[in-house]
């Protein structure tokens, strides 16, 4: 089958909602020809990944000047797009999806809820998918972002979830929160995937004392993550076990300059192999957001094991005690779980059962047969 899939982002592989939009391309292309049609914006040009995906076109809408965007903004206003959407909205991303779609039987796809937005007036008129990056209403409210009410938001999801023929969500707690949301909605389990067959995993652990943070700091979440560790959990776990270093990687990790010189900031890296086989573990302390952590879902394909608190967990299909160690958002009781998890004794075991459950579960295979069912 032939797939149009819109995104208002330059595609590349620089942040969890990049990835997710990597890994759907990738299933999708193994079923026919696609069409990615991207707003150029967050990035010069694609990650060279994607060149290199057969069966892809690539399609660049350049962004228009503020009058061109004007009219668009306003009916997406108008019609209860929350602010901070609508001003992502630009309308060339919708007509030129809307004309590949006229040529052929076609699948059409919204990446996020920006593209969604812009394609809600095609989306009540033909059958297309709404691939969801989080249930946003639970936790965007939250966070600092114009336009944001809880009310505006949980209108305007209910509203992608009843006009959009499917919509394809990242986990089944997502499901639920958007089934409570919709109850008409037509859902699908669409998980957060990586390469695992391209990922070598980590030789066993050995007693490195080392913890790694990996994430895209231009998300607040993950800076809210970062703020529990540097300000709760590291101290805690320093008092007893002071040699052990926090190594920060990812888009915004090397504008941290924090005071302690245990604490690494090693920025944005491209290939994380080396970093992983770095770690003695690998912290997920994700206090807010939605869906399922990538770099959860990476660090057990690399079989490094994992500290996660249950909201990191929540989005995955994981077992506590078996592919990860779980632990509250507290200082005390994370320190006390990575202390535990640094020991090979304990993190060996669970970093094996991981990679096997990302082999199983969230690989491109895996993503494809969902996609193909």
Same mark, same amino acid.
């Given at each position: 089958? $032939?797939?149009?899939?819109?995104?208002?982002?330059?595609?590349? !592989?620089?942040?969890?909602?990049?990835?997710?939009?990597?890994?759907?391309?990738?299933?999708?292309?193994?079923?026919?020809?696609?069409?990615? &049609?991207?707003?150029?914006?967050?990035?010069?040009?694609?990650?060279? =990944?994607?060149?290199?995906?057969?069966?892809?076109?690539?399609?660049? #809408?350049?962004?228009?000047?503020?009058?061109?965007?004007?009219?668009?903004?306003?009916?997406?206003?108008?019609?209860?797009?929350?602010?901070?959407?609508?001003?992502?909205?630009?309308?060339?991303?919708?007509?030129?999806?809307?004309?590949?779609?006229?040529?052929?039987?076609?699948?059409?796809?919204?990446?996020?809820?920006?593209?969604?937005?812009? %394609?809600?007036?095609?989306?009540?008129?033909?059958?297309?998918?709404?691939?969801?990056?989080?249930?946003?209403?639970?936790?965007?409210?939250?966070?600092?972002?114009?336009?944001?009410?809880?009310?505006?938001?949980?209108?305007?999801?209910?509203?992608? %979830?009843?006009?959009?023929?499917?919509?394809?969500?990242?986990?089944?707690?997502?499901?639920?929160?958007?089934?409570?949301?919709?109850?008409?909605?037509?859902?699908?389990?669409?998980?957060?995937?990586?390469?695992?067959?391209?990922?070598?995993?980590?030789?066993?652990?050995?007693?490195?004392?080392?913890?790694?943070?990996? =994430?895209? %700091?231009?998300?607040?979440?993950?800076?809210?993550?970062?703020?529990?560790?540097?300000?709760?959990?590291?101290?805690?776990?320093?008092?007893?076990?002071?040699? &052990?270093?926090? !190594?920060?990687?990812?888009?915004?990790?090397?504008?941290?300059?924090?005071?302690?010189?245990? #604490?690494?900031?090693?920025?944005?890296?491209?290939?994380?192999?080396?970093?992983?086989?770095? =770690?003695?573990?690998?912290?997920?302390? !994700?206090?807010?957001?939605?869906?399922?952590?990538?770099?959860?879902?990476?660090? !057990?394909?690399?079989?490094?094991? #994992?500290?996660?608190?249950?909201?990191?967990?929540?989005?995955?299909?994981?077992?506590?005690?078996?592919?990860?160690?779980?632990?509250?958002?507290?200082?005390?009781?994370?320190?006390?779980?990575?202390?535990?998890?640094?020991?090979? =004794?304990?993190?060996?075991?669970?970093?094996?059962?991981?990679?096997?459950?990302?082999? $199983?579960?969230?690989?491109?295979?895996?993503?494809?047969?969902?996609?193909?069912?």
């Amino acid at each position: 089958m $032939r797939t149009v899939i819109a995104s208002s982002f330059t595609p590349t !592989l620089d942040s969890g909602r990049a990835r997710r939009t990597y890994g759907i391309v990738r299933a999708l292309a193994a079923q026919g020809h696609v069409d990615l &049609v991207y707003g150029a914006f967050g990035a010069e040009r694609p990650d060279p =990944a994607f060149g290199s995906i057969d069966a892809l076109e690539l399609h660049r #809408v350049e962004r228009p000047g503020p009058i061109g965007r004007l009219p668009a903004y306003l009916r997406a206003r108008l019609g209860g797009v929350p602010d901070d959407f609508a001003r992502g909205i630009w309308p060339g991303v919708a007509s030129r999806a809307a004309r590949l779609a006229g040529e052929g039987r076609t699948r059409v796809v919204a990446e996020g809820p920006v593209a969604a937005a812009a %394609l809600l007036p095609f989306a009540a008129r033909h059958a297309a998918i709404y691939s969801a990056h989080n249930l946003e209403y639970a936790f965007r409210h939250r966070l600092d972002e114009a336009g944001m009410s809880e009310t505006a938001l949980m209108r305007f999801e209910a509203r992608l %979830l009843r006009t959009f023929a499917e919509s394809w969500m990242v986990s089944r707690a997502d499901i639920e929160g958007a089934a409570a949301l919709e109850p008409n909605a037509r859902l699908r389990l669409v998980p957060n995937v990586v390469d695992v067959s391209a990922i070598e995993p980590v030789a066993p652990r050995a007693g490195e004392r080392a913890l790694l943070f990996v =994430a895209d %700091l231009s998300y607040e979440p993950n800076r809210e993550g970062l703020r529990f560790l540097l300000e709760q959990a590291m101290p805690a776990l320093w008092e007893q076990a002071p040699e &052990v270093r926090l !190594l920060l990687a990812g888009k915004g990790s090397d504008a941290i300059g924090p005071a302690d010189p245990r #604490v690494e900031g090693r920025g944005f890296v491209p290939d994380l192999g080396a970093l992983y086989a770095e =770690a003695g573990c690998v912290a997920v302390p !994700l206090l807010e957001g939605g869906g399922s952590p990538l770099k959860f879902v990476e660090a !057990l394909a690399f079989g490094v094991p #994992v500290v996660a608190t249950p909201r990191a967990a929540a989005g995955l299909e994981v077992t506590a005690g078996e592919h990860f160690v779980e632990a509250e958002p507290n200082g005390a009781d994370f320190a006390a779980a990575i202390l535990a998890t640094l020991d090979p =004794a304990r993190g060996n075991a669970v970093a094996a059962a991981g990679r096997t459950l990302a082999e $199983r579960e969230y690989s491109l295979a895996a993503l494809e047969r969902c996609l193909a069912a």
